[in-house]
């Protein structure tokens, strides 16, 4: 049993910041990539931010500047740093990793989201 967890999520004001957590758990071997993604309201699925193994992050255009992720490989933990907040970057929040469980198996696994909600 793999699981994702999410937290950190809240209502926050335009300008103000977050800091989202992900941790796996289970039967895991090694993590690959991990990454965030977020969906808002009648918009598909999209991503964030994603971070290899070896620690190299790759940021969607519109939270460059704004948005860090960074990982805990000892933890088993992506996290998300976003400041600089904006009314579009309301949406649920997904953490997504690509795991190496201890059977052999690989997968793409995903947490349970959490609402990031930027309003005055």
């Known amino acids: 049993q793999v699981q994702l967890v999410e937290s950190g999520g809240g209502l926050v004001q335009p300008g103000g910041s977050l800091r989202l957590s992900c941790a796996a758990s289970g039967s895991i071997f090694s993590i690959n990539a991990m990454g965030w993604y977020r969906q808002a309201p009648g918009k598909q699925r999209e991503l964030v931010a994603a971070?290899?193994?070896?620690?190299?992050?790759n940021y969607a255009d519109s939270v460059k500047g704004r948005f860090t992720i960074s990982r805990d490989n000892a933890k088993n933990t992506v996290f998300l740093q976003m400041n600089s907040l904006k009314p579009e970057d309301t949406a649920v929040y997904y953490c997504n990793a690509h795991l190496l469980l201890r059977d052999w198996r690989t997968g793409e696994y995903w947490g349970q989201g959490t609402q990031v909600t930027v309003s005055s």
């Open positions: 971070i290899s193994s070896g620690g190299r992050p």
